[in-house]
């Protein structure tokens, strides 16, 4: 379903409200549920730092499946929708019984995968035990993705499985593209592959410096780099205004408003413990996985996920502690509010990128600041 | 009751402006409304236009398609998406019949069948 120019300018405009009535009602509607870390690729940057074995102290099955089933008895209003990931979920040996859990209780369930393991076979089984909803990492062309996931075949792998997709009768999906240096030229190419493919959604991510991307070189986007992406973005969602294909900036980053509405459908809003929570590997309870760590709610073992929801997650709902670096003397600081939680960075106390400057002037505003400070 | 008035201001934003959560690297969720159209002899219908409205406020819109006639609607954020669904022949005779046109009142199945009459 694709939004009208009017819509999404009424949307934008109407959002601050929007925003204000979610926030202090803060309904749970996303619930990642990071089922293993284990991982059959080795991603330069991964955010979470995924290994071939999983972690010590990962939930058990039995645990999983106890507190899927116990979502529709803690949110009787509408229990929230989960995202299963990892890690690579389909790693994880007891999935099906995971999933199962979910059909059972009649919570409904997408997935979020690198397609490695994804074939048709495997598809059938998913769609037999009620996916409804998937997302498939493609981050460029052959040599370009096979470089960043860290092994070879990657590429050949994940298209099959968008192939495999795009047969079927899924609900939805999605292939997500992490943009960085290498494959920022590589987009176009790209696009005519995923349409080829059967591909109707596609999402665009920047790399932002967290996880393994913090110490890997020539995997971020400079501000220019950034700017251009988003340009490209726009003209790419005009020219397909009139056919089924539509191209989105991920939901991450504040951006000038008629920017916004130029290169995404849904007003930029961080839903992050607004909407949005997960439990980790570990049980730890979060909003959006990358979250700095230093944001625990509390941990499924010993906390009860409602009452958490209920009663905690105050950074995430008011976020004046965010004020600081480059936000300090901000002008946009009531609209963007410290822009996505996820690029908090927790060792710095500020946010690690500002998209509102990268995209109006092409400045990378943090390291400008941080500059700055060295300098004093 | 102050929380009460906003959840009842929110309930009614989200009906007039569904919203779609593709959240960071989550995959995108939403509601959806799938069945599928037959002729009353039982024979599936492509090409019927499929619309789901909300307070006569069209919400989304599909044609039905393939050898069964099924459709998709979708993805919605709220739920119920829509109060009605409307079924409309829009290509005449080249679906295999002219049929008439149906509207009936949303109701959450897991799957709706929905059967056209022949066009007086």
Not at chain 1, 71 to 80: G, Y
Request: charged letters at 25%; proline letters at 5%.
């Amino acid at each position: 379903m694709k939004r009208s120019t009017f819509e999404r300018s009424l949307r934008s405009a109407l959002s601050p409200l929007y925003k204000r009535l979610e926030t202090r009602v803060h309904p749970l509607r996303y619930l990642f549920l990071e089922i293993t870390s284990q991982c059959n690729l080795a991603c330069l940057h991964c955010g979470s730092d995924c290994g071939t074995s999983k972690a010590q102290g990962e939930l058990s099955t039995e645990e999983w499946v106890d507190l899927i089933e116990s979502l529709p008895r803690k949110f009787p209003e509408a229990p929230p929708v989960l995202v299963i990931t990892g890690g690579e979920p389909l790693c994880h040996p007891n999935l099906p019984l995971i999933l199962d859990a979910a059909r059972r209780s009649g919570v409904r369930f997408g997935m979020v995968t690198n397609g490695w393991l994804l074939d048709e076979k495997r598809l059938t089984q998913l769609l037999g035990l009620g996916l409804e909803s998937c997302t498939v990492s493609l981050d460029g062309l052959q040599a370009s993705h096979d470089w960043l996931r860290g092994r070879e075949g990657s590429y050949e792998r994940a298209i099959r499985g968008i192939e495999a997709l795009a047969r079927s009768p899924i609900r939805i999906f999605d292939v997500v593209t992490c943009v960085n240096p290498r494959n920022l030229p590589e987009l176009e190419h790209l696009e005519k592959r995923l349409v080829e493919a059967g591909v109707q959604r596609w999402r665009l991510f920047s790399i932002f410096p967290k996880g393994r991307a913090r110490t890997t070189p020539g995997l971020t986007l400079t501000a220019v780099q950034i700017q251009e992406l988003l340009g490209w973005i726009a003209q790419r969602r005009k020219a397909h205004a009139h056919t089924d294909f539509l191209v989105d900036f991920c939901c991450e980053g504040y951006l000038p408003r008629d920017l916004d509405r130029q290169v995404r459908d849904e007003p930029y809003f961080c839903r992050a413990g607004i909407n949005i929570a997960s439990v980790l590997g570990d049980g730890t309870i979060s909003a959006c996985p990358n979250i700095s760590r230093t944001l625990a709610q509390g941990n499924v073992r010993k906390d009860d996920l409602r009452a958490i929801w209920e009663t905690r997650y105050a950074a995430f709902r008011d976020r004046a502690w965010m004020k600081k670096g480059p936000c300090e003397t901000c002008q946009e600081w009531k609209r963007c509010q410290g822009n996505s939680l996820h690029l908090w960075d927790a060792d710095r106390g500020h946010t690690c990128l500002c998209h509102f400057a990268a995209a109006r002037r092409g400045e990378d505003v943090v390291e400008r600041i941080a500059a700055q400070r060295s300098d004093q | 009751m102050l929380l009460k008035i906003e959840k009842a201001i929110l309930a009614l934003f989200t009906a007039v402006f569904p919203v779609f959560i593709a959240a960071c690297y989550g995959m995108p969720a939403g509601d959806f409304v799938d069945g599928a159209v037959k002729s009353s002899s039982g024979t599936p219908i492509p090409n019927i236009l499929v619309r789901c409205l909300k307070r006569g406020v069209e919400q989304d819109a599909t044609y039905t398609m393939g050898e069964d006639g099924s459709f998709v609607l979708g993805p919605f954020e709220d739920s119920p998406p829509c109060d009605e669904l409307s079924f409309e022949d829009v290509d005449g005779e080249e679906n295999g019949g002219s049929f008439a046109q149906k509207k009936i009142p949303f109701d959450d199945v897991e799957y709706l069948e929905v059967t056209l009459d022949p066009a007086e």
